[in-house]
């Protein structure tokens, strides 16, 4: 009798490959159902396998992954692809998008390229804009512009509403695990803040401006330049967020699109650096409500 991860592992394709023949007779909302369980098993599957948080850890267990990969039927394009994006992380640096540009994925044949498709398939011959892009994170089109802006509006005052009943002791206490305590997270926020403020800044006054890839990430537990109270950095968040409104609630719908060339996600537009940012903070409520 076969295992449980055999079962799994038998069957994603069959799924996928139902799915596209479901399409191919037009029954879309049968295959978004099939597709969506597809991804659904995987993602379970991935749920509770843990992998440590250390840049060369990951590196290891990424060019372990590879060579299995390699092994496979799998792009050697990609392959070669992942080595840069493990060798940067060796290094302890974010790959830039010339490094890892987007993949982009046929949805019936899975044949894989990384330029934009502008022919037919070379396996399946299914049309160029049948292809599924892969890009950096899903939610840089999460939002619409009103959207973006309602979340922006919003969540300085959900946040405020957490923490303002917390004592420092509370906002400071490290966690068991050693990760960021509340402090660190509300510092993040602001740092990200900070930069969608001086990105808005560049792209509403330059044409196409360079956006230079932030490691914002690695900033949470840098004390320097910090207000001492957790409460002074959330005010100077809050300062810089409502100067980030303001600007653009004047701006005109058409200029939402325009555009900047970031190094780690390639052209990006105002709308999507809005989108990006407004749920990126969502990602982070409920670590800091874990950790109350």
Request: aromatic share 8%.
């Amino acid at each position: 009798m076969k295992g449980k991860n055999s079962d799994v592992i038998d069957l994603i394709p069959r799924l996928f490959a139902l799915a596209s023949k479901l399409e191919g007779e037009g029954q879309y909302n049968n295959a978004k159902l099939v597709r969506s369980a597809a991804d659904s098993i995987s993602r379970r599957a991935g749920f509770d396998i843990s992998f440590p948080s250390d840049y060369a850890a990951l590196a290891v267990e990424m060019n372990d992954v590879i060579e299995i990969l390699s092994g496979m039927k799998v792009s050697p394009e990609l392959i070669n692809t992942m080595k840069s994006g493990s060798r940067a992380m060796a290094e302890r640096r974010l790959p830039l998008i010339n490094e890892t540009p987007n993949p982009y994925v046929c949805r019936h044949c899975g044949h894989l390229t990384f330029k934009p498709p502008a022919e037919n398939c070379p396996q399946c011959l299914a049309q160029p804009g049948t292809f599924q892009k892969f890009m950096p994170v899903y939610w840089l089109d999460n939002f619409d512009p009103s959207q973006a802006l309602d979340h922006l509006r919003r969540t300085p005052i959900k946040l405020a509403e957490i923490i303002d009943n917390l004592s420092a002791g509370d906002m400071n206490q490290m966690p068991p695990d050693g990760g960021w305590n509340i402090r660190n997270a509300v510092s993040h926020i602001r740092d990200a803040q900070g930069v969608l403020e001086f990105r808005l800044g560049l792209m509403v006054e330059e044409d196409n401006p360079q956006l230079e890839s932030k490691a914002v990430f690695e900033w949470a537990a840098e004390e320097a330049d910090r207000p001492p109270d957790t409460l002074e950095i959330f005010d100077a968040y809050n300062q810089s967020r409502q100067r980030t409104i303001s600007i653009l609630e004047g701006l005109p719908l058409n200029d939402w699109r325009r555009k900047g060339q970031h190094e780690e996600f390639g052209s990006v537009t105002i709308a999507q650096q809005a989108s990006y940012f407004a749920t990126h903070e969502l990602t982070h409520f409920p670590q800091i409500l874990a950790l109350i």
